[in-house]
């Protein structure tokens, strides 16, 4: 029997008496603790740090939040609630109290505390579920309102969680940005008032904000100490997290589905069902935090998530819509003699009336153009079996054009007002599918599937998204339903993705979303990994990767060597450098190889080479950030150690160039204090070792001292250049 179950049931036989009402949900080094006394609404009154069962009884005298655990609307309206409805005969109240705590063992080994809550007047129900895994720091949680009224209730609001968050010096760390500039990190104290973070994009949601945060309870946050709350929402449509600071001792922190234009008619015998909230603390800082969403992603969220990734090569920038038979072939033998395990081909290989010769066309008519590819794709298959690599293959199965044939059989099939024109994206004549509608959700199992069917041995692919919901209105759903569109759409992909991955388990599948459109945990059950960002500039994707980072393992982190100077921001950036970004993230290549010279070729060989050496360490290892790039300090740096601390990979890289500038010494973290390691420099490029190649440190001199990096490279004069980066594979004996 499992510790939560354990815990559970000490308490639930007394669940309801005077003496006994707490419930106890602990993980391995945390606890939540409620108060579920029967005709009272469920109250919240402790999550941190493990408790023992002497704490958890002795918590009242020591002062506890005892808030409402999932707010209602209607009785106490001057609050902010984590729920609202509007009865069938008009009442915009509910009254929820406490009438059953219950636990079940779900998947994964998992327990599942589940306390129900039912209105006292109407026939309406709240549960209220709580997740948590044996060896994991996070607690999952979740409703579900259940309508047994005679008529529809509407819902108004339908957040998946709240945690009220007691006022001390409270910093939030959040993720904002844009295309090609996603995933960047700010950090500010929690302002009086309300701060909202939001999306509603309809198709993607982390371009420009994350549904992830972190809290800092002890002031500015720290990277391997101090107090954080991590929060992240397990969905991959649109979504409100908001901060409520008003004149009690708490931030209280709501997260959930973005109710906008998104109200739900809860027919009568419904069940409306949220989508969790993961939840950690740790006082290990934020890299701390950090390492307990990974972990658990890892272990039960991301698809595959303790396999290694192969490094390979996309052909997108290399060719764009330029697609042949012959270059594509070159492009696997050139992949293939560097070492790579993995060519996959991006747009511009498929339509039949409309050839994809540029992104205003064809969306929709997956059919090979065998003018571009006489061979087929099993042609491509055959070269790539020839050379020892496997072969992936680039779709967007959510989308049309108005210029092709799928439009033009099944106009209904769009997204699109009544009445209304439809707005048109990408290359003026992009659409959106309806995902609310089975017909289109059968439409995109069906390119899968056929692709699957006809080429079993596609290893990879990659899933692009490159437009938002432009225009509200569904031909499929009803008019007293529209309002429905944006949460229907993602019920209809999750259900066609379901269907994916049931009959194709073992497919590496990508999300992309105009690069980094889709970095969530709600999409990633699906996925094996997302790509960061259309934006490859080597310089640009530190600060996009340490963002990313705060959540996302780096075996989800697809990151690419690309081109010099780079095709978005223009910078020149030497090899050495694009690479050792890249080496922190899943390896791969999105370049041209032919324009590479014989030189580069060979530098690449051999990083390729050592990335495969310390891969389990990067993909599957515990993360350390050391040095922000955000703190202006010049350079960053963050390491990766195995669980056992045998092993460690060390990044530095230094982020700007001034003469005679002073950058700290950075110390590093997560080491055995008595261990030794010996110092190998990965992808040198200098002409002479650094000191401590080859040299043996304790961990307690690394993590009290550090290594002095040197700020440039010891390389011919013509190799000169003003970037500077060092990895460094530490090896215990």
């Not at 065998?370 to 794709?377: A, C, D, E, M, S």
């Not at 899968?448 to 432009?470: E, F, G």
């Not at 004069?717 to 460094?728: E, G, P």
């Amino acid at each position: 029997m499992n510790k939560s179950l354990t815990a559970f049931l000490a308490i639930s036989l007394a669940a309801f008496g005077v003496s006994a009402k707490k419930v106890h949900i602990p993980t391995k080094n945390t606890s939540l603790v409620l108060e579920a006394t029967e005709g009272q609404p469920l109250k919240f009154l402790y999550y941190g740090n493990a408790l023992s069962d002497n704490d958890v009884q002795t918590l009242d005298a020591a002062g506890t939040f005892n808030r409402d655990a999932y707010p209602v609307y209607g009785m106490n309206p001057m609050n902010e609630a984590a729920f609202s409805a509007v009865h069938a005969d008009g009442n915009m109240t509910l009254d929820m109290a406490v009438t059953d705590v219950s636990t079940a063992l779900g998947a994964d080994n998992s327990t599942v505390t589940t306390v129900t809550m039912a209105d006292k007047v109407y026939p309406f129900t709240i549960s209220v579920n709580y997740r948590t895994y044996p060896g994991e720091d996070v607690i999952e949680t979740w409703a579900e309102a259940t309508n047994n009224e005679k008529g529809t209730v509407r819902l108004t609001r339908f957040m998946s969680g709240y945690l009220p968050v007691r006022r001390s010096d409270v910093h939030v760390s959040q993720l904002y940005g844009s295309w090609a500039n996603e995933t960047r990190v700010e950090e500010a104290p929690l302002p009086h008032g309300v701060k909202i973070i939001k999306n509603k994009d309809g198709a993607r949601n982390s371009h420009t904000s994350h549904a992830e945060v972190m809290m800092s309870l002890d002031g500015k946050g720290r990277e391997n100490e101090g107090r954080v709350i991590g929060a992240a929402l397990e969905y991959g449509g649109n979504y409100k997290l908001m901060f409520d600071t008003d004149d009690t001792d708490y931030h209280q922190f709501f997260a959930g589905i973005n109710e906008e234009n998104s109200e739900y008619n809860l027919a009568k015998g419904e069940t409306f069902v949220t989508p969790p909230l993961a939840l950690t603390y740790s006082e290990e800082g934020l890299s701390g935090a950090s390492r307990n969403f990974h972990r658990w992603g890892r272990n039960h969220r991301l698809a595959h998530g303790n396999d290694m990734r192969k490094v390979l090569l996309n052909s997108w920038e290399g060719v764009y819509f330029d697609i042949n038979e012959e270059g594509m072939q070159q492009m696997m033998a050139d992949i293939a003699d560097m070492g790579g395990e993995l060519f996959v081909m991006d747009d511009g290989w498929f339509g039949g009336k409309y050839p994809r010769n540029n992104d205003s066309t064809s969306l929709g008519d997956w059919v090979v153009d065998t003018n571009k590819l006489p061979g087929g794709i099993n042609g491509l298959i055959d070269a790539a079996d020839k050379r020892g690599i496997r072969f992936g293959i680039w779709i967007e199965p959510e989308m049309t054009n108005t210029v092709s044939e799928l439009y033009e059989k099944h106009p209904e099939y769009i997204i699109k007002a009544p009445k209304r024109e439809a707005v048109q994206g990408r290359g003026g004549t992009q659409l959106v599918l309806d995902l609310a509608n089975p017909k289109v959700q059968d439409i995109v199992f069906n390119i899968v599937d056929t692709l699957l069917t006809k080429y079993p041995r596609i290893d990879y692919i990659k899933w692009d998204a490159n437009a938002p919901i432009m225009n509200h209105g569904s031909q499929y759903l009803t008019a007293d339903n529209q309002s429905h569109l944006y949460i229907d759409y993602h019920r209809g992909l999750e259900a066609a993705l379901k269907r994916i991955r049931a009959k194709y388990p073992d497919v590496t599948i990508q999300a992309c979303a105009s690069g980094g459109g889709r970095a969530n945990w709600g999409i990633l059950p699906y996925f094996d990994e997302f790509w960061v960002s259309d934006n490859t500039d080597a310089l640009q994707r530190i600060y996009m990767q340490w963002g990313t980072s705060y959540f996302f393992p780096a075996v989800a982190m697809g990151s690419h060597i690309s081109a010099s100077p780079n095709h978005q921001t223009n910078r020149i950036v030497p090899l050495k450098f694009r690479t050792d970004v890249a080496m922190s993230g899943r390896l791969g290549m999105e370049i041209q190889p032919k324009n590479m010279t014989d030189e580069e070729k060979e530098q690449t060989r051999r990083a390729i080479t050592d990335y495969k050496r310390i891969r389990p360490i990067v993909q599957q290892g515990d993360i350390y950030r050391l040095l922000s790039p955000y703190d202006g300090k010049g350079a960053a740096s963050l390491m990766y150690i195995t669980p056992d601390k045998d092993s460690a990979v060390y990044y530095w890289w230094k982020t700007e160039q001034f003469v005679n500038q002073q950058l700290p010494r950075v110390t590093m973290a997560g080491l055995d204090p008595d261990k030794t390691y010996t110092i190998t420099e990965l992808n040198r490029v200098d002409n002479k070792p650094l000191p401590y190649e080859g040299k043996k440190f304790t961990g307690r001199f690394l993590m009290s001292n550090g290594l002095e990096m040197p700020l440039s490279h010891d390389v011919d004069w013509h190799k000169r250049n003003d970037y500077a980066s060092r990895i460094l594979l530490l090896n215990a004996e």
